[in-house]
């Protein structure tokens, strides 16, 4: 709920474009029953399909129900640019470096661990593990309108950007292969055009696969850690899974918490 605040808030700004930030209906598709999701009343909109909209759609032989939603929809690549420019703004030096030990930051008061897949290492958690995403970019500026056909074993997404549509795509949990899978990509091609079969004709402009941090639960606490004579004060934030770019915003204000805490026992620490 807080980032859907916050997206709504710079939603209304200038900023709203540079950052990729968009409103967007988007229509889910089950070949099962399904009761509503939890996080329905945090949308902008929501309601289940009518029966015209599953005779209507495509792939309506297979559908059995539905939801229609209208939600904020963000390019990250054009979020990430943005937010770093506004660190930028602020002072914030940025270092690029790798880390195989946390004990690396040790001489920094306070650590805030945001490393995703590489906590699996770096902290180290076994309970993170890979699940694997793989993705096409597409040129299709017909597509409008977000579609997402679930099964009970698949998912098929098409999520239109302002320069390209996302098509989809994978969650293969334990999967640490990070080059493109053939297979994959033509069964997420022809998935998604089961669902809107012009994009038959949509030119590709990139395939992309990454790691999401999967975990069985967000890890967002305090850890204080002995380093040779120094205590580690580190705050955790990792394994949000596919839901980074959703929960972002919620998570960094706890997380902005779990700091304020420590540097009161910094600061109280130095006086005495």
Same mark, same amino acid.
């Given at each position: 709920?807080?980032? %859907?605040?916050?997206?709504? %808030?710079?939603? /209304? =700004?200038?900023?709203?474009?540079? %950052? @990729?930030?968009?409103?967007?209906?988007?229509?889910?598709?089950?070949?099962? /029953?399904?009761?509503?999701?939890?996080?329905?009343?945090?949308?902008?909109?929501?309601?289940?399909?009518?029966?015209?909209?599953?005779?209507?759609?495509?792939?309506?032989?297979?559908i059995v129900d539905g939801w229609c939603?209208?939600?904020?929809?963000?390019? =990250?690549?054009?979020?990430?640019?943005?937010?770093?420019?506004? #660190? /930028?703004?602020?002072?914030?030096?940025?270092?690029?470096?790798?880390? =195989?030990? #946390?004990?690396?930051?040790?001489?920094?008061?306070?650590?805030?661990?945001?490393?995703?897949?590489?906590?699996? *290492? #770096? !902290?180290?958690?076994?309970? $993170?593990?890979?699940?694997?995403?793989?993705? %096409?970019?597409?040129?299709?500026?017909? $597509? *409008?309108? @977000?579609?997402?056909? @679930?099964?009970?074993?698949?998912?098929?997404?098409?999520?239109?950007?302002?320069?390209?549509?996302?098509?989809?795509? =994978?969650?293969?949990?334990?999967?640490?292969?990070?080059?493109?899978?053939?297979?994959?990509?033509?069964?997420?091609?022809?998935?998604?055009?089961?669902?809107?079969?012009?994009?038959?004709?949509?030119?590709?402009?990139?395939?992309?696969?990454?790691?999401?941090? @999967?975990?069985?639960?967000?890890?967002?606490?305090?850890?204080?850690?002995? !380093?040779?004579?120094?205590?580690?004060?580190?705050?955790?934030?990792?394994?949000?899974?596919?839901?980074?770019?959703?929960?972002?915003?919620?998570?960094?204000?706890?997380?902005?918490?779990?700091?304020?805490?420590?540097? /009161?026992?910094?600061? $109280?620490?130095?006086?005495?």
């Open positions: 709920m807080q980032t %859907m605040d916050w997206a709504g %808030m710079l939603y /209304k =700004t200038e900023d709203a474009d540079v %950052m @990729g930030l968009s409103l967007l209906d988007v229509y889910f598709y089950f070949d099962h /029953k399904r009761e509503d999701p939890d996080w329905k009343d945090w949308l902008l909109a929501y309601r289940r399909i009518t029966p015209e909209e599953k005779k209507r759609a495509i792939c309506h032989e297979s939603c209208t939600t904020f929809c963000v390019d =990250t690549d054009l979020l990430m640019t943005w937010l770093i420019k506004k #660190l /930028k703004s602020h002072n914030c030096r940025f270092i690029k470096k790798k880390l =195989t030990d #946390l004990s690396e930051v040790s001489t920094y008061d306070i650590v805030v661990n945001c490393s995703g897949i590489g906590a699996n *290492q #770096l !902290v180290p958690d076994p309970s $993170v593990v890979p699940v694997r995403g793989q993705i %096409m970019r597409v040129k299709a500026p017909w $597509v *409008q309108h @977000g579609c997402l056909f @679930g099964t009970e074993n698949s998912l098929n997404y098409i999520i239109p950007r302002p320069n390209c549509v996302i098509l989809g795509g =994978t969650a293969q949990v334990g999967n640490w292969n990070k080059n493109i899978d053939k297979e994959d990509s033509k069964r997420i091609l022809e998935g998604c055009c089961k669902i809107i079969p012009s994009l038959k004709h949509a030119e590709i402009i990139k395939e992309v696969v990454d790691l999401r941090p @999967g975990r069985p639960s967000i890890r967002l606490e305090i850890e204080r850690r002995r !380093v040779g004579q120094k205590e580690m004060k580190i705050v955790h934030n990792y394994g949000h899974g596919g839901s980074g770019i959703s929960l972002q915003w919620g998570c960094a204000l706890d997380s902005r918490k779990l700091i304020d805490e420590l540097a /009161k026992e910094i600061r $109280v620490s130095s006086r005495l």
